[in-house]
C-alpha cells in the first residue's frame, strides 16, 4: 500500500507511530505521503518518526481538490487516510473517489440548520446529516470499484467494531446501544479557569454545538438541543463515576443503519465533558465565534473559526503532565438464552502509559489505534469490497485479533443489578476461539 495521510496533526502522527511499529519491515505499507497545510508541521511528523526515506512531506490545502488529486497520482498512492479537520472530509472523499483510490476517515461532516427544529426528523434540524453525503454516493464508489470506509477511530470506530462483535455473538436479540466516552483524566496544578482541547479543535466545536442525534426503531431519528441528556454512569476498570451528556456523533446512524436487523430498538451516545469545557463552548457558540463566515475587522475578513481553532489549546501539545484514564464503549442490552442480557464492552488508555509508550498523550493514541488497525486491516486486504461502509459492515474477529496482538486492551464487563465485573476478558477470548474455530 502507498498511502496519502491528509493532515499531519497529533491523530495523523499517532496513526503512523503505531503503523509503524505494527509493520516495521514493510511487508504491507511501503510508502507514506504525510500532507499538511503547513509543510513544516508534515517534515516534523517525518523527523518524529526517524526521517525513514519511505515517508515523504508535502504541503496540501485539502480545500483544493485538485491539489489532493495531483498528489495522488504524482506517488502513485492506492490509499487516502484523511485525518483533517471534519470540513475538509468531503473534499478528500471526493478527491480519493476522482483519482480511483480507496479511501477511509475518522468522522464525517455534517450541515446543522440555522434554526434546528429539533424532535423527531433529523431532517428538520439538519441540511446535511452526518454519513448522508458519504452513503448517498456508495453506488458510484461501487461502480468504480474502490471501497472507502468511514468513521474508523475509536469512536466512531472501535466502538462499532465492539457493537458488531456483540450483535454476532453475545446476543440472540441486541435492543439497545448506548455509547459512553468518558475518563477520569486530570492535569495536577491546572488552573481553576484552564481549559483543555484533548482533541481536534474544529472536531471538538462541532460534535458539542451541533443539534444531538439518538435513534429508536418507533421514532427514528429524534434531535435534542446540545449537550442535553445528562446521567451518570460508573465507568469501569477504576475510572469511575462520569456525568455524560449527548453531543452529535455518528453512531447514532451507523449501528442502526448495520445492526436493526439484530433486533436493534435504540442507540444513543453520550460523553463526559469538563465543566470548564462545556462553558467555554456555550460562550463561543452564543458570541457566534464558531462562525464559519468570514467578518471584517479593520478592513481585513476573518474566519472566528479560524481564530478559536488558532488560539486554543492544542491537543499535540498535552503531554505527561495529565494522569488517568480514557474509557472508551458501548452498553449493549438484549435477550440471550431467553433471558435479558446487559454487558459493557470497552477500551480503556492510560495516559502515562500512552506517553510512555508511544510519546503522545491517551486520547489522540487511542483514537489513532482505531484508525491504524482498519488501516492494517485494508491494506492486507481483509476488510474490502466495493461501495462506501462503516466498520460495522465488516467482520469484527480480524480487528479485535490485532488489538490483542497489538496490547490494545480491551475488555467486558457483565452487568447485573450490583454492576458486578466478572470473567471480564475471558468471555470474550472464549467466544473469539469458537468463533474462529467454527469459521475454520
Not at 324 to 334: A, F, N, P, S
Request: glycine letters at 8%; proline letters at 4%.
Amino acid at each position: 500500500m502507498k498511502m496519502l495521510l491528509v493532515g499531519a496533526g497529533a491523530v495523523g502522527e499517532a496513526i503512523l507511530r503505531i503503523l509503524k511499529k505494527r509493520d516495521p519491515k514493510k511487508e504491507w505499507l511501503v510508502k507514506v505521503v504525510v500532507s499538511d497545510y503547513s509543510l513544516e508541521r508534515a517534515k516534523e511528523v517525518i523527523n518524529n518518526l526517524g526521517n525513514d526515506e519511505m515517508y515523504v512531506a508535502e504541503k496540501l490545502d485539502a480545500r483544493d481538490q485538485e491539489n489532493i488529486i495531483k498528489i495522488i497520482k504524482k506517488h502513485d498512492c492506492d490509499f487516502v487516510m484523511d485525518a483533517a479537520a471534519p470540513f475538509v472530509a468531503n473534499n478528500i472523499f471526493d478527491a480519493s473517489y476522482e483519482a480511483g483510490v480507496n479511501y477511509a476517515n475518522m468522522g464525517t461532516w455534517s450541515i446543522p440548520m440555522e434554526n434546528p427544529q429539533y424532535g423527531i426528523g433529523i431532517e428538520n434540524s439538519y441540511i446535511e446529516p452526518m454519513t448522508k453525503y458519504n452513503f448517498d454516493r456508495n453506488g458510484l464508489w461501487k461502480e468504480k470499484g474502490i471501497m472507502a470506509c468511514i468513521c474508523l477511530g475509536i469512536d466512531p470506530g472501535v466502538v462499532d467494531v465492539f457493537a458488531k462483535f456483540a450483535a454476532e455473538y453475545l446476543f440472540d436479540e441486541l435492543h439497545e446501544l448506548h455509547v459512553k466516552d468518558g475518563g477520569n483524566l486530570s492535569i495536577p496544578g491546572q488552573k481553576e479557569d484552564d481549559i483543555t482541547f484533548g482533541f481536534n479543535v474544529w472536531t471538538i466545536l462541532d460534535e458539542c454545538m451541533n443539534p444531538n442525534v439518538e435513534w429508536n426503531k418507533k421514532e427514528g431519528f429524534i434531535v435534542d438541543k446540545p449537550l442535553a441528556g445528562e446521567e451518570t454512569f460508573e465507568m469501569p476498570a477504576g475510572v469511575g463515576i462520569n456525568k455524560l451528556v449527548k453531543i452529535e456523533h455518528e453512531e447514532t446512524v451507523l449501528m442502526p443503519k448495520y445492526l436493526e436487523k439484530y433486533g436493534l430498538q435504540k442507540c444513543t451516545y453520550k460523553i463526559a465533558l469538563d465543566d470548564n469545557l462545556i462553558k467555554a463552548l456555550k460562550v463561543i457558540d452564543t458570541m457566534g465565534l464558531r462562525s464559519l463566515k468570514p467578518v471584517k475587522v479593520d478592513g481585513v475578513e476573518i474566519v472566528p473559526r479560524d481564530v478559536v481553532a488558532a488560539i486554543a489549546p492544542q491537543p499535540k501539545d498535552i503531554g505527561d503532565e495529565m494522569i488517568g484514564k480514557m474509557c472508551v464503549g458501548v452498553h449493549c442490552i438484549g435477550i440471550k438464552d431467553g433471558k435479558r442480557r446487559e454487558v459493557f464492552i470497552y477500551q480503556t488508555f492510560e495516559n502515562q502509559k500512552s506517553m510512555k509508550d508511544w510519546g503522545m498523550q491517551a486520547i489522540v493514541t487511542q483514537t489513532g489505534f482505531g484508525a491504524a488497525i482498519g488501516i492494517e486491516l485494508i491494506g492486507k486486504g481483509i476488510w474490502k469490497d466495493q461501495g462506501v461502509f462503516s466498520p460495522e459492515y465488516f467482520n469484527p474477529l480480524p480487528f479485535l485479533k490485532i488489538m490483542d496482538e497489538a496490547n490494545f486492551d480491551y475488555s467486558m464487563i457483565e452487568m447485573d443489578s450490583s454492576y458486578k465485573q466478572y470473567n471480564d476478558k475471558k468471555v470474550i477470548d472464549k467466544i473469539f476461539e469458537d468463533a474462529v474455530s467454527a469459521i475454520r
